[in-house]
Structures are given as C-alpha cells and as structure tokens.
C-alpha cells in the first residue's frame, strides 16, 4: 500500500517516468545511449506527439518521412529516426535489427566532411549538410534491408518454382505459397518506401521543410542582423523596439523549445531543393529496381501457376476420358451378362434340345465378338465426335 501510495503521490507531482532508449549520433562521430522520456523528447526536437507515436515499432504505422521546423522524422521500414541539424536519434539501439543503422551512421557521419574541420573551401561546398548526410544513411540503410530480402527470395524462388514445374506435389506446393506471402508482403513494403519518395519529390514544400541547417542559419543571420542594428543606436526609437518584439515572435514561433514543431518554414525562408532533390531520386531509382525486380518475380509465379493449372487442367482432361472409357465398356460388359443371364434360364428352347457338340463355344464367341464390336463402335463414335482425342 506504501508503495502504491508513494507511485500516485509521484504521478500527481508530474514526477517524470523512466525513458525509452535513445541513441544520440553527433556530426563528429560521438555517440551515447540516453534515456529520454516522451515530453523531454518534444522539447528536445520540437515535435508532436503523434510524430513520436509513428516512430514505436509496437504501433504499424505507414512509411513516411516528415520535416518539421526543428527535426526530420524518418520513419521507413527498420530506418527509424529523429534528424536535427546536429544530432541523429534513433530508438532501441540495443536491436539487433536496429544497431547496423546505428554502425552506419557512425562510420558515415564521422567519415564525412563537416564546415570546420580544416577542409579545403572546395570541398565544404560540396558537402551536404547534416541532415541530409544523415537523411541518406537512413534510406541507404532501407533500401539495402529491403534489397538483401528481395534477393534472398529471389535466389529461394526461382528454383522451387522450376522443381513445382517439373513435380508437382503437396510438399512444392506448399513452398510455393509460402514463396508467394512472403512475395507480398515485401512487394506491399517496397511499394510503400517508393510512394512516399514519390511524394516527396512531388511536394517541393516538404523538401523546403527538411532544410534544416539552412533554416537554423536564416534564422541566426536575422538574429544578428536586428542584434547589429539595435547596436547601431544607442537608444533605439520606439518603432525599432515595437519591431525588434515582433521579428522575435516570429522566429520563437518556429524555434523555441515549447513549440509544438507543427509548422513547416520560417517566413521569408526559400531554400534551394536541388541536392535534396537529386538524393531522393537517386533512392527512388534504386527503390524503383528493386520494385521491378519484384514484378518479375510475380510474373514468374503468375505463369508458374498458369501452368500447373494447365497441366492439372490435362490430368483433369485424362481422367474425364479414362472414365468414359471405363463407363462405355462396363456398358457393353453388362449387356454380354444380360444375354447371359437369358441364356442361363430354366426354360425350353430348340437350342437345349438340339446336338449341344460345339454350340457352347460358339455362342460364347458371338457374345465375347459382338461385346468387342460394340465397344469398338462406341470409341470410333467417340473419337469422330470429339469426345476422345
């Protein structure tokens, strides 16, 4: 009861609960397991909760990748991630599927060139900043999850398939369903990767929004611009202060802590999407082949079945035969025994009181001729008919 007491006590005080596992990633290659609750995590990044909620792998949420004014959310297939212009967060990095996103952002994060680490000027300019360094780690990390699976099925599908083709038993079959969901299945998560690159590249506003280096330095050279002016004059006029509170209104509105991230540019803030652009198609491209790769594999399995159908369609052809063969001669086969059956009555006719030397063997020869007859007739019939091939 203490224990209870002492838990609600805490809860009623807004004592924070113990945080999920987070893994923080810098630009210069440090790394560290934090535990981070849910609202630190908002004031931290400038989310949404419902931005955080996408990212719990408990929850099936669709694939997407969301830029918010201080933070991009990553979330595709095993590529979960919050991106700022610093620092990468990935959650439960102790997963095992989830700890190679963690290497490579390490090795790739550390290996690339930053603004000032004593690069010639060349070079600076031509690297890309971190959000997008880290933004391309995480969709080479998908694409290259989603491409080891589609080749592993490819390399599993193709030869059972061939061994369906040539026997077909409950045992292949089986392997061939199981071949087909898992075809499905990854085809429906690949198709979810490329629609949501598709959509991006269609939506230059939520490219725009990604910017988030270029953004944190629109806002800090207009920081300093009003801080250089304000300096220019010793006792600033009344509208220069009026102003001064509302350009900081403006940029807390984008930046602060509490903000609630919703928004998706600074006012007067238009970056140049073409890098960002150029590294979505090139994942678009690559997401793109390994769909394709799949579509071929369907269609390999599409005419698999097709065929197994048509050649269960032919057994079906020959057992449906084989029975009017077997129906036709039971037919005549029935009729010799009813002429039999006459013929084995109690009853007077010549025939019984005629010489019996050789008339056993004859009648049953004309019974045993005219049943082959009939039934040679009947497969001629059949045959010019149509019914047998």
Same mark, same amino acid.
């Given at each position: 009861?203490?224990?209870?007491?002492?838990?609600?006590?805490?809860?009623?005080?807004?004592?924070?609960?113990?945080?999920?596992?987070?893994?923080?990633?810098s630009g210069a290659g440090a790394?560290?397991?934090?535990?981070?609750?849910?609202?630190?995590?908002?004031?931290?990044?400038?989310?949404?909760?419902?931005?955080?909620?996408?990212?719990?792998?408990?929850?099936?949420?669709?694939?997407?990748?969301?830029?918010?004014?201080?933070?991009?959310?990553?979330?595709?297939?095993?590529?979960?991630?919050?991106?700022?212009?610093?620092?990468?967060?990935?959650?439960?990095?102790?997963?095992?599927?989830?700890?190679?996103?963690?290497?490579?952002?390490?090795?790739?994060?550390?290996?690339?060139?930053?603004?000032?680490?004593?690069?010639?000027?060349?070079?600076?300019?031509?690297?890309?900043?971190?959000?997008?360094?880290?933004?391309?780690?995480?969709?080479?990390?998908?694409?290259?999850?989603?491409?080891?699976?589609?080749?592993?099925?490819?390399?599993?599908?193709?030869?059972?398939?061939?061994?369906?083709?040539?026997?077909?038993?409950?045992?292949?079959?089986?392997?061939?369903?199981?071949?087909?969901?898992?075809?499905?299945?990854?085809?429906?998560?690949?198709?979810?990767?490329?629609?949501?690159?598709?959509?991006?590249?269609?939506?230059?506003?939520d490219m725009a929004a990604m910017? #988030?280096?270029?953004? =944190?330095?629109? %806002?800090?050279?207009? @920081? &300093? *611009?009003?801080?250089?002016?304000?300096? $220019?004059?010793? !006792?600033?006029?009344?509208?220069?202060?009026?102003?001064?509170?509302?350009?900081?209104?403006?940029?807390?509105?984008?930046?602060?802590?509490?903000?609630?991230?919703?928004?998706?540019?600074?006012?007067?803030?238009?970056?140049?999407?073409?890098? #960002?652009?150029?590294? =979505?198609?090139? %994942?678009?491209?690559? @997401? &793109? *082949?390994?769909?394709?790769?799949?579509? $071929?594999?369907? !269609?390999?399995?599409?005419?698999?079945?097709?065929?197994?159908?048509?050649?269960?369609?032919?057994?079906?052809?020959?057992?449906?035969?084989?029975?009017?063969?077997?129906?036709?001669?039971?037919?005549?086969?029935?009729?010799?025994?009813?002429?039999?059956?006459?013929?084995?009555?109690?009853?007077?006719?010549?025939?019984?009181?005629?010489?019996?030397?050789?008339?056993?063997?004859?009648?049953?020869?004309?019974?045993?001729?005219?049943?082959?007859?009939?039934?040679?007739?009947?497969?001629?019939?059949?045959?010019?008919?149509?019914?047998?091939?």
């Amino acid at each position: 009861m203490a224990a209870a007491a002492a838990a609600f006590t805490r809860r009623r005080h807004g004592a924070a609960a113990p945080g999920a596992e987070w893994a923080a990633v810098s630009g210069a290659g440090a790394w560290r397991v934090e535990e981070v609750g849910k609202h630190q995590l908002m004031r931290r990044t400038g989310l949404p909760a419902r931005d955080l909620r996408g990212l719990d792998p408990a929850l099936s949420c669709p694939c997407s990748i969301t830029g918010r004014d201080r933070a991009v959310v990553v979330n595709l297939e095993r590529a979960r991630a919050v991106i700022t212009a610093t620092e990468v967060l990935v959650p439960a990095p102790r997963d095992p599927a989830v700890a190679p996103l963690v290497g490579n952002l390490l090795a790739r994060l550390a290996a690339s060139p930053t603004p000032d680490d004593g690069q010639p000027s060349a070079r600076r300019d031509k690297a890309l900043p971190f959000e997008f360094r880290a933004l391309e780690v995480c969709l080479e990390f998908s694409c290259k999850s989603l491409e080891q699976e589609t080749c592993t099925l490819e390399k599993e599908a193709y030869p059972a398939l061939d061994e369906l083709s040539s026997n077909v038993s409950t045992l292949n079959l089986e392997r061939a369903r199981q071949i087909k969901s898992r075809l499905l299945a990854i085809s429906g998560r690949v198709q979810k990767v490329r629609d949501e690159l598709e959509h991006l590249l269609d939506d230059d506003v939520d490219m725009a929004a990604m910017h #988030l280096s270029d953004k =944190l330095a629109y %806002y800090q050279a207009a @920081v &300093d *611009g009003r801080s250089a002016r304000f300096d $220019t004059n010793n !006792e600033p006029s009344e509208f220069d202060e009026e102003r001064g509170r509302e350009e900081d209104e403006e940029g807390e509105g984008s930046f602060s802590e509490g903000g609630n991230g919703n928004g998706t540019s600074v006012v007067g803030f238009t970056p140049k999407i073409d890098e #960002l652009e150029n590294l =979505l198609e090139a %994942y678009f491209v690559q @997401v &793109d *082949g390994t769909l394709n790769k799949l579509s $071929t594999l369907r !269609e390999y399995v599409d005419d698999t079945e097709d065929y197994i159908n048509i050649m269960l369609d032919d057994k079906q052809n020959q057992l449906l035969q084989m029975g009017i063969l077997l129906s036709t001669a039971t037919l005549v086969m029935s009729c010799a025994i009813a002429i039999t059956g006459v013929f084995g009555m109690n009853i007077t006719i010549p025939l019984y009181t005629a010489s019996t030397e050789g008339v056993f063997w004859e009648v049953t020869g004309g019974i045993v001729g005219a049943t082959v007859a009939i039934y040679l007739v009947a497969l001629i019939f059949f045959k010019r008919s149509g019914i047998l091939q």
